[in-house]
Nanobody, 121 residues
Framework: QAQLVESGGGSVQAGGSLRLSCVSS?????MGWFRQAPGKEREGVAA???????KYSDSVKGRFTISRDKGKNTLNLEMNSLKPEDSGIYYC??????????????????WGQGTQVTVSS
C-alpha cells in the first residue's frame, strides 16, 4: 500500500512563506495538496498532472507554487504571502487521475497524514 509523507508545516506570521514537501512510496499520475481548517470541509489547493498541467484554487493563485519530481515521487508546495485564512492541516493527495481537474481528490485517492500550517496576523 502506498504511503505519502508530508513535511514542512509550521507557524509563520502573515506575509511569510513556508514550503511543504510530500514523498510518495509509489508513482501516481496525479499529485496535489488539500487543506482543512477547523470546522470547514477539506478543499483542494493545487494539483499537477503527469504531463505537468497545473491547477490552483482561486484563493491561492499567484501566491502558491506547486512542483513535482516524477523521478523521485516528490511533490512540493511553495507558499508565499501567507494569510491567516491559509491556516489548516495540509494533506498530500495522490491518485491515478490523468488530469488535475479534481485536484486528485476522489474515492480512490491516497492521502498523507497531514501537516499543520498556522499563519498568525
Amino acid at each position: 500500500q502506498a504511503q505519502l509523507v508530508e513535511s514542512g508545516g509550521g507557524s509563520v506570521q502573515a506575509g511569510g512563506s513556508l514550503r511543504l514537501s510530500c514523498v510518495s512510496s509509489l508513482y501516481f499520475h496525479c499529485m496535489g495538496w488539500f487543506r482543512q481548517a477547523p470546522g470547514k470541509e477539506r478543499e483542494g489547493v493545487a494539483a499537477v498532472s503527469p504531463i505537468g498541467v497545473i491547477k490552483y484554487s482561486d484563493s491561492v493563485k499567484g501566491r502558491f507554487t506547486i512542483s513535482r519530481d516524477k523521478g523521485k515521487n516528490t511533490l512540493n508546495l511553495e507558499m508565499n504571502s501567507l494569510k491567516p485564512e491559509d491556516s489548516g492541516i495540509y494533506y498530500c493527495a495522490a491518485s491515478s487521475s490523468v488530469t488535475p481537474a479534481t485536484m486528485c481528490g476522489g474515492p480512490k485517492t491516497t492521502w498523507g497524514q497531514g501537516t499543520q500550517v498556522t499563519v498568525s496576523s
